[in-house]
């Protein structure tokens, strides 16, 4: 099984500052990667996804972030953020065809004015 | 635009009674899977269904049964409730053999049982 780690459980901003949510998986098998963002009282939407090829993914609402295989790391990182990108992020881990997304924490993102 | 929608945005429930969470996506997928949130915790799987009437234990899936009768619609069972299960409920689908998909999550149930 693979297990997520958060290594922020909360990421204070100020609006058009940058800012970089943490991701850390253990697995020893290859597998698909996912960032997902859930604003106040909503589901979860896809941010983005890194599935193969180039490390570096590009998502919706100007986020992307990077694989790195040695470092087992898939960081998210947005060059300047809104206040409307105040929400929850969760990292996930799918592994081959197993059928489950395993999720991290969570982290809550406040951007302030 | 695809799309899962769950019965309830906000439930109130005794403990003790035997409560229903009602899932249904317009999508045709094959797998659903419900999971529950808690703050600290992540998303944390119950149960999953790969196919109509099949159904399979997720990570916690101690008080809680589903059913799964009709391909669209996946339904999470709390046999008895407790204050321990008040948490946000999300239901999510998916193609089947389609790890690289992602899941499509609903708008979530939030329970509170008194």
């Known amino acids: 099984a693979q297990s997520v780690t958060q290594l922020d459980s909360q990421v204070p901003v100020f609006e058009e500052a940058p800012v970089e949510l943490r991701c850390n998986y253990s697995?020893?098998?290859?597998?698909?990667l996912f960032w997902y963002v859930q604003y106040p009282n909503q589901g979860l939407q896809l941010l983005l996804k890194?599935?193969?090829?180039?490390?570096l993914v590009k998502g919706i609402n100007g986020f992307e972030a990077e694989f790195n295989k040695s470092q087992t790391s898939f960081h998210l990182r947005k060059p300047s953020v809104h206040i409307s990108d105040t929400a929850e992020y969760f990292c996930a881990v799918s592994r081959g065809n197993d059928y489950k997304l395993s999720f991290g924490a969570g982290t809550t993102v406040t951007v302030r004015a | 635009d695809v799309k899962v929608t769950q019965s309830s945005r906000y439930l109130v429930k005794r403990t003790g009674e035997k409560v229903f969470l009602e899932c249904v996506q317009d999508?045709?997928?094959?797998?659903m899977f419900w999971y529950r949130q808690d703050p600290g915790l992540g998303l944390r799987l119950i149960y999953f269904?790969?196919?109509?009437?099949?159904?399979e234990k997720g990570d916690i899936p101690e008080g809680y049964s589903v059913s799964r009768e009709k391909k669209e619609r996946f339904s999470l069972i709390l046999e008895s409730a407790s204050t321990n299960q008040t948490s946000m409920y999300l239901c999510?689908?998916?193609?089947?053999?389609?790890?690289?998909?992602?899941?499509?999550f609903g708008s979530g149930t939030r329970l509170t049982v008194v």
């Open positions: 269904s790969y196919d109509v009437k099949m159904k």
């Open positions: 697995s020893s098998v290859s597998v698909y």
């Open positions: 999510a689908s998916r193609p089947t053999g389609r790890a690289n998909y992602g899941y499509t």
């Open positions: 999508m045709d997928h094959e797998n």
């Open positions: 890194y599935l193969s090829g180039s490390t």
